[in-house]
């Protein structure tokens, strides 16, 4: 029995040797900087921030009509010099053409037409050379370090918005920069066609990089909660039952853990995890969906961690002691040996189940054998005692 105790003790002790946890390794990815630099791996830190409920819409950007101003001529004349053109930025009172009159004259006497506001030249209609009647717009300038961003929005969740409920605004044409809105005020009609109505955003457009017809992305804000650990949509992989992310490793250079995360509430830029993943977690948010597949750049956890710590690891990656080690060392001799008695070889554990079984039985038929000649030595001196009676 104390023999059976002690191989099953040895076995435990070469199965800890040999890498007893696979799932452990399997998750982890370690990446030389080669890999890292192809995978353009970026990550951000997990904090507690808050969590905006947002509904998305698309929509339009428009120019705001009281921002517009035309240039006109009160007395007919034509057009003999035109400073400014198409697109140029222009002052309030800066002359943008002159006006040679019809009024007689050697030469005719000529007048210079000034711009009402500031902006941008947005509209042209006479060309140089051309007769200008009072009432004609030359063109027309518009102001655009303000726009509108007029949202299509569903009837039934507009009324849920109210004015100053915030929006964040992404430009098809300008597509790395975001940009802040606020509602003012609901269109005066909604489509019937598409169940929308039009929510109109005031828009700061500072650098003038918006301009109007433009395309939008809305991302409406309808509440917010503060205190939420939260991770952009782009860190979330697998399937709605199974969402997972990369982590960086603490201890590792270069080495990123496949976590299982449960997700909370989504909007259009953020989900909400609810279990996973700790403040500080470093999470991966480019490049992840490439881990997955990361090969011939890869390194193996023991390699790293033997790198690293500076001593050696088991398969795993878990720390081996003197037992492990001494176990691991008696399983390297016992498959040598195996392989050089028997063609083709077993594995260590096969031959040590082997010995177990062996020992098993060997213990059962010696205790049946016992058994019996107890039962035969009671018999027989059953039989004595009723001899010696009569």
Known sequence: MNRIIFCLSSLALL?????????????????????????????????????EETIFSLGRIEAIPASRSGVSSRIPGRIVELTVALGDSVEAGQAVARLESRQPGDPPPTITLKAAGRGL??????????????????M????????????????????????????????????????????????????RESGTIDAIFKLPNPKLTIRPGMRAEFSIVLSKREGVMSVPRAAMQGEAASRFVYVKDF??????????????????????????LLPGDSVVTRGGYSLAFAGGGSVSLKAALDAAHGHEHAADG????????????????????????????????KIVSGVLGALLVASLLRGRKTGGNDDEDGTANVKKSNQEAV
């Open 251 to 276: 201890d590792l250079k270069n080495a990123f853990i496949k976590t299982l995360v449960e997700v909370g509430q989504v909007n259009d830029r953020f989900a909400e995890i609810t279990k996973g």
């Open 318 to 349: 878990s720390e081996l002691t003197a037992e492990a080690k001494k176990a691991q060392a008696g399983a390297a001799a016992g498959d040598t040996h195996g392989h050089a008695e028997e063609e083709g070889g077993g594995s260590t554990w």
């Open 140 to 191: 027309e300038i518009t102001d655009l370090t303000e726009v509108y961003a007029i949202a299509r929005v569903p009837e039934q969740q507009a009324g849920t918005m109210k004015p100053g409920t915030m929006a964040h605004i992404k430009i098809t044409s300008v597509p790395d920069e975001s940009f802040d809105g606020e509602l003012l005020r609901f269109g005066t009609e909604a489509d």
């Open 15 to 51: 199965v800890t040797a040999q890498g007893a946890d696979p799932q452990r390794t399997a998750n982890t990815v370690v990446l030389d900087e080669t890999g890292v630099k192809n995978l353009r791996i970026e990550t951000i830190d997990v904090e507690e921030t808050d969590f």
């Open 121 to 138: 030249v947005t509209k042209g209609t006479v060309a140089l050379g051309e007769p200008l009647e009072p009432g004609v717009t030359l």
